[in-house]
């Protein structure tokens, strides 16, 4: 019972995982749907099929862990896009609305499922979208293209009672659903049970899907496989049901892609597993040959197939025999002696090595699936390679050009990523301990300071490689803001495309997290106040269509994200009215420089619209995109002209972990500041320095006037210095927040690696982290412009 | 499951449980001024000397920084400072009792570590009801241990009551 359960929830946390990944990929192409059928009248039937395709394997794999209110959705969302398949001028803005509410629910059901493992609750609110999807059929269905007064979804609240036609399909699949996980012995292999044309289907195979139907089962195959091995030794349920799951889904698979023969045999090896699993047998050595030599079979066979070629497998009969007879032995109770079942087997597989090299021509096969092929042979038949061992060479190296195919990428545990980058980072801090320790004196010998350097050298390329592997490209969450420009632009009613350039370029996993939010605030905004409306652009000579761009690059240890649009501009007027009214400016800064006239927008409250609406005007959202980006040592810049865009320009740092920096002294206590915020530091001369009445110093340096800030008064320590012309002062700035820091003495430059400040101790005012210092003590981080700031507030 | 695995689980169950008996009832004593105070013992992860303390700004008196325990950044309390009582320099024998409420590690500032004792639930009397300054909330009990009493800390108002102990 328990290891039902945990198999269970094993099963529906891959179905979660496995989902989300879907419908991530649906969006977009939904977005696409739209897009092709707005440009060309007709929607890409290549897009469509995708499309269909993606709730379809959603259907299926919900119909396995018996999710109702997920199949029942999914089915009439299929069943729309099968009417829209077969009528393509009929697709309106209004069925891309349902599909995209559509996923959405259906995210929502996956939150559920993945707490509670069940769908219910969401019974009413999959009703209401059914109901509005059937309303959206029935009409199809009868061809009427004007189709008047279509439900929207805010104005139809009615609920309707599922139909008996449509309780008759639930049936059916109910049905389909028990037939599936009761494994029972089935007379004929009928693949999935799907009411879908497969011929059309297949038709629109891409190479990609093809490659990655190949790539994943071959995963099945591979698993199975370690699953069967285990078996042999004892019996267990567990692995039993692993391997019938993965042969079922083998079967799935090519039953959608139109491998009759694949789909053929793993029926049959499902049923005998079936029969294993029911009596809680262990898998004796015959029948486990066979079914090794099956999952050879359907693995060479998908591998033939990603070179296009669907080419017959070679001892298929002989397979399909060899499954017959076991089931048949098996059922009637009866097991065959090993002995005679693996001859059998044995000249057949020796057949099988026999063709290998002339198969070879046409198969490209990986190199671990060349190995995954000897050492089944070598169950079988221990001497087929000692015999000739030129048939298996052969193979091999005409095997070696193809390990393209070789799955290229490994999951790993996030945990073990992070624990290597804090290993990492202890590795830098051991360095940084030896390299500064007094009983080494590394100007003295020349040999001694090439080993250093050798050394920094390596841990800094570990360093990177390590950062490099949390790195994951930025195509998820670009591809997010897809949906959420068209419904921006829907609302607003503005026509507006979004284009998206560098996607491919990878940032760090906190990052992504971070980078999110203000992404969706910036592109809000930017539909919302920059893109204006059709008759303002036709008025302006501009394009319908506003166009919004968001880019990716790396650049110099950064990675540079823009979001960038083609409409009105900053009001550079209205901006600074609302900023002398907030008080944030002076009428006489009139003449300010035109950034500092846009930064106004990241002050909290700050908004110049007039009319809150739901979008925005609340003035949160640059103020959200500033935090974060703060958050990530980002920095933001503005550029805007009017009646020609505005363009936001994020720069964050690529590693978060590792920072450059200055390591000072104010009495007893170290501070590190980062590089970054350091413009230059000087023993200032007493006719540097000017008095205001309020005792505040300002330094004069090369025509800037700049205030002191004093580190020991700031945070109350007892210095070394307290005359400004025996310390130094350090120039600092940090997103605009300049001033000059008072401090006893500059100690060096060096790596520091960043850790976080107790949680116990909260937020401290200028401080972002601490570090471990070469010695071993303990050294504070400051943050520039969070100091700064805080003594601006203080003084106000 | 194999024979074996289950053999290890029972095994692993067993500690697990005795792990919890012997931390039951049983307090790290220490001396804060004269007075002799205890801490239960499952809060208890380690006891280090005193080492060089780096100070954060802007923390209430009592907190006195930040120390490096093996890689890891953890915050020191002074208890005496906590309690209001008068500072007194840092000696050999003063220690830092690392606790783990929460995940959240902190090490108290005592004079000196005694030992661990066992105090049964029946030796301990509630605090005293009548109060004098504001340190009653951090007393959990009193234990009788022979002629000695120890006071027993409530470790986590120790830690997180927020308000300014005089």
New interface residues.
Partial sequence: MDSDLEERLEMVKDFVTESRELLESVEPRIIDMERTATASGVVDEEILNEVFRLFHSLKGTAAFLDLQTIISVTHEAETLLDILRKNKAFIKPEHIDLLCRTSDLIRNILDAVERQLTDEGFEAEAEFIINDLRNAINPATELDVERPGILSPDTDNSTQEPDPEQEEEYKRIESMVARVTATVAQPEPDGFAEPLDLTEMVLSVTPEMARRFAEETQELCEEAEMALLSLEK?ADAELSSQVFRSFHSIKGNAGFFGYGDIENLSHLAENVLGIIRERNQACDHATMSVLLSVLDAISNKVLSTTGGVNQAIPNFQQLIGSLEKITQELESGYVETASSQEQDLAGQNYDDSNFLPERQEHKPVAATEAQAVISAEDKVLPDARIEDPGIVDSATLQKQPASSNVQQVIRVDIEKLDKLLDLVG?LV?AEAMVTNDQAVDVSQNARFSKAFLQLDKISREIQEVAMSMRMIPLAGVFRRMLRLVRDLANKANKQVELEIIGEDTEVDKTIIEQISDPLVHLIRNAVDHGIESVTERKLAGKSETGKVTIEAKHSAGEVWITVEDDGGGLNREKIFRKGVEKGLVREEDRDMKDEDVWRLIFEPGFSTAEQVSNISGRGVGMDVVRRNIEKLRGKLDIRSKPGIGTMFAIRIPLTLAIIEGMVIRVG???YIIPISSIKESFRPKSDQITCTPDNLEIVRIRGELLPVARLHE????DPKHKDLTKGILIYVDSNDNKCCLFVDELIGQQQIVI?G?????KR????SG?A?MGD?????IMDIADLVSSIEKNAS | M?AREKFEADLLEDEEEENEDTQEDKYLTFVLNKEDFGIEIRYVTEIIGIQ?I??????PLY?K????LR?K???VMDVRLRFGVEERPYDDRTCIIVINIDE???GLIVDRVLEVLDIQKSEIEPPPKMRKGKNNKFIQGMGKVGEQVKILLNANRL?FDEEESA
């Fill in positions: 004892t202890e801090i007893h206590n170290r700031l945070y109350h320590i850790k400040l107790p949680a116990y101790l401290v005012r200028g401080i601490c471990i071993g003590e303990v050294g504070m | 194999g060089n780096t100070e954060v700004p802007d923390m907190v920084g930040v120390i490096n890689g950044v953890i915050p959240q590690p902190v830690l």
